[in-house]
């Protein structure tokens, strides 16, 4: 049984996405056992819709949401302990749940996941994960917006995460990693990538295949299961991609559309062009995954629909399911337990 905290307030539309999209992932996985913390006022009616749903999950009944525009700092002290976002990720440490889910203010949810699970023994700065489809399949990518200006040795973290959850997901025994860089020359880029370069080749992980250096291009092309990047690179590639996936959706549709010649040649067309739209649809990789704390925090897109909530929930369940926490400490056990004990950083654990 793999039991699932829901932040059943978060996002644009709130339960009215969450509840049908847990009751969606939920006739995936029927081993799935749902906390659920929202305001009772606005899930009542759509709970009692959802007989199935209702029946696996234990509710809680939550004074405050927080909102999609509210500023971390606003967000920790108005909610701290008291809202539905707050409250779902503790129930992690109140043993309630193994992996929590929201589709809310990415920054508030950060900040309340470092605050209420602390970060893993030796990590700095946590990642947030996004799973990326390419020619090969699909990828992992970090940061995306965690650790804007990560250095050498926090990168090097990200690596280590990084594997762990490429082996948790796509269930590859050595997963190769490859650092986000302006060229594949050794020579190129910034002192901290390059640093960060010789560290894990030096290191020689043990779970990790490290590749070298990669360009944006080789993200699309799957040329490795892992690319690590820092916070503020990783973010702009990733909304790219977005941007760039929907004007290409957009020019199809017009040129689809334009003429009648182009409109007979679609219909003929239609099962190609569903097979492509189902490989651009964002609603299949939704979730990225907070990584480097003392448990499992999926975020959600906050537009998401519920098919992209659910798939949201996949993604914690497939994480637990296949033990994400306990591979990554196990990495960082066997990296860090070769480094010397008076090196060990200075993490959110000793300033929290």
């Not at 939920?26 to 759509?46: N, S, T």
Request: aromatic share 6%; net charge negative.
């Amino acid at each position: 049984m793999v039991r699932i905290s829901l932040d059943v307030m978060g996002g644009d539309y709130g339960p009215e996405v969450v509840i049908p999209g847990a009751a969606r992932a939920l006739e995936r996985h029927p081993d799935i056992r749902f906390v659920l913390f929202g305001q009772e006022a606005r899930c009542a009616e759509l709970l009692a819709k959802n007989p199935k749903l209702q029946a696996a999950s234990t509710f809680h009944d939550c004074e405050i949401a927080v909102g999609m525009d509210e500023k971390p700092s606003q967000a920790l002290r108005r909610g701290r302990g008291k809202s539905s976002m707050w409250k779902a990720i503790d129930a992690i440490n109140a043993g309630e749940a193994d992996v929590v889910v929201s589709a809310g203010n990415t920054g508030a949810l950060m900040a309340m996941s470092v605050f209420c699970l602390r970060t893993m023994q030796r990590i700095q700065r946590p990642a947030i994960a996004a799973i990326w489809p390419t020619l090969k399949g699909e990828s992992i990518v970090l940061d995306v917006g965690a650790t804007i200006g990560a250095d050498a040795q926090q990168l090097m973290d990200f690596a280590l995460m990084g594997g762990a959850m490429a082996r948790a997901l796509f269930e590859v025994e050595r997963p190769s990693v490859g650092l986000l860089n302006v060229g594949v020359e050794e020579i190129k880029g910034q002192e901290e990538v390059k640093e960060a370069g010789r560290l894990i080749r030096e290191a020689n992980i043990e779970g990790i295949d490290y590749y070298g250096f990669v360009e944006g291009d080789d993200i699309g092309r799957g040329t490795v299961d892992v690319v690590v990047t820092e916070g503020f690179s990783g973010n702009i590639a990733l909304k790219a991609a977005e941007g760039t996936a929907r004007q290409i959706a957009e020019y199809l549709r017009a040129a689809m559309s334009r003429t009648l010649l182009a409109k007979i040649g679609y219909v003929f067309a239609k099962g190609a062009f569903d097979r492509l739209r189902e490989k651009m649809d964002p609603r299949k990789v939704n979730g990225g995954v907070f990584l480097g704390l003392n448990g499992v925090v999926i975020k959600s897109h906050g537009g998401t629909d519920p098919e992209g909530f659910a798939a949201a929930i996949d993604v914690g369940y497939d994480m637990v399911k296949n033990g994400l926490k306990s591979k990554i400490e196990a990495d960082l056990a066997r990296y860090h337990g070769t480094q010397p004990s008076e090196a060990l950083p200075r993490g959110v654990n000793d300033e929290v």
